[in-house]
C-alpha cells in the first residue's frame, strides 16, 4: 500500500447553479491537485456523497478515472449504516480500476464495538479491492477504538485508517501495536505533522483542494523526519482551516476554492452557501 501514503486529496464535487454536477471544473479541480497530490480520494464527506444518487457517484468516478492523466491511484468511498446496502453497492460498482475503499464507520444507529467489527468484517470480504477504515466519531456518534481497528487490522483485506477522532492518545495505541504494513492516515489536516510523527503514512485532507502544494510539502518533510520544516507547512494552514468547518464542510472549502478560480460555491440541501460572515473571514486569509 506505498500508494496511498503522503497525502490523500477528498476531492470536492463541483455543481452548477440548477443542482448538476459540473464536470467542466471538476477537471480543472483534477488538474490542480494533481500538481501536488499522491492519490484521489472519490465520493468522501468533502465529495457530498451523502446527497448524490449512486448513480451521480459513479459518474463522478467514471470522470475521474478518465480525467486521472497522472494516472494517480484512486480511493472510492462506499459506506453507510445499512449493511446490507453497503455490500450491495460495492457488489454494483465497477472497482477495476480502484486502488481501495474508503468505508466510513456505521452512523445514527450507534452500534457496539462488536457490531462495527463484524459489518467491516462484511465489508472487507465482499470488496474486490483493499479497505481503508473511516472512523470520524463527530459525524457518526460511535468511535471505532484503537482496540476494534487493530482487531480489524488482522483481515487480510483491511490496510488503513483514516483516523479523524481528534484523539492523539488513541492513535498512538493504533500506531504502537498496528501490523508494520497496516497503514495509519490522519483524518485532520492539522494532525497530519504529529500523526506522521508516531509513525502515520499520511492524510486524507480537504485543504489539498486549494492548497495541494503545500501538502506537498508538508508530507515530504514530515516522511523524511524533518518535523520542523513539515511544521512551517503546517502553521500555513493553521488560521484557514477552523473556517472550513465552521457552517460546514465542503461549505468552506468550496468557497476558498472559489477565489482561486477552481469551481463555484454552490452546494446541495441540506448545506447552504457560506454567510456574508464566513466570506469575509476566508477572503481576509493570507496564507
Do not use: W
Request: aromatic content about 8%.
Amino acid at each position: 500500500m506505498k500508494r496511498l501514503h503522503g497525502t490523500g486529496v477528498a476531492l470536492v464535487t463541483p455543481f452548477n447553479a440548477d443542482g448538476s454536477i459540473d464536470f467542466s471544473s471538476l477537471k480543472r479541480i483534477i488538474n490542480h491537485t494533481a500538481k501536488g497530490v499522491d492519490y484521489f480520494v472519490v465520493m468522501g464527506t468533502t465529495g457530498e456523497s451523502a446527497t448524490l444518487t449512486k448513480e451521480e457517484k459513479k459518474e463522478v468516478l467514471r470522470f475521474v478515472l478518465k480525467t486521472n492523466f497522472k494516472k494517480l491511484p484512486v480511493v472510492y468511498g462506499i459506506g453507510g449504516n445499512n449493511t446490507a446496502s453497503v455490500l450491495e453497492e460495492i457488489r454494483t460498482t465497477d472497482l477495476k480500476n480502484v486502488d481501495a475503499l474508503l468505508s466510513v464507520s456505521p452512523y445514527y444507529n450507534k452500534p457496539s464495538q462488536e457490531g462495527i467489527y463484524q459489518h467491516f468484517v462484511k465489508v472487507a470480504d465482499a470488496s474486490p479491492v483493499p479497505v481503508i477504515l473511516y472512523n470520524v466519531p463527530g459525524r457518526t456518534s460511535s468511535n471505532l477504538t484503537a482496540s476494534t481497528t487493530l482487531r480489524l487490522a488482522q483481515h487480510k483485506n483491511i490496510v488503513a485508517i483514516k483516523e479523524a477522532s481528534g484523539n492523539l492518545e488513541q492513535c498512538m495505541k493504533i500506531a504502537r501495536e498496528k501490523p508494520k504494513d497496516f497503514l495509519l492516515i490522519s483524518g485532520d489536516d492539522l494532525l497530519t505533522v504529529p500523526i506522521y510523527s508516531i509513525g502515520g503514512a499520511g492524510v486524507i485532507s480537504v485543504l489539498a483542494n486549494a492548497y495541494p502544494i503545500i501538502f506537498k510539502k508538508m508530507t515530504g518533510y514530515a516522511a523524511q523526519g524533518n518535523f520542523s520544516k513539515a511544521s512551517t507547512e503546517a502553521f500555513k494552514l493553521l488560521d484557514i482551516n477552523g473556517p472550513m468547518y465552521e457552517e460546514g464542510n465542503p461549505t468552506g472549502v468550496k468557497y476558498l476554492m472559489s477565489l482561486l478560480g477552481l469551481c463555484k460555491t454552490h452546494v446541495r440541501l441540506p448545506l447552504v452557501e457560506p454567510s456574508e460572515e464566513l466570506k469575509k473571514k476566508i477572503e481576509g486569509y493570507k496564507g
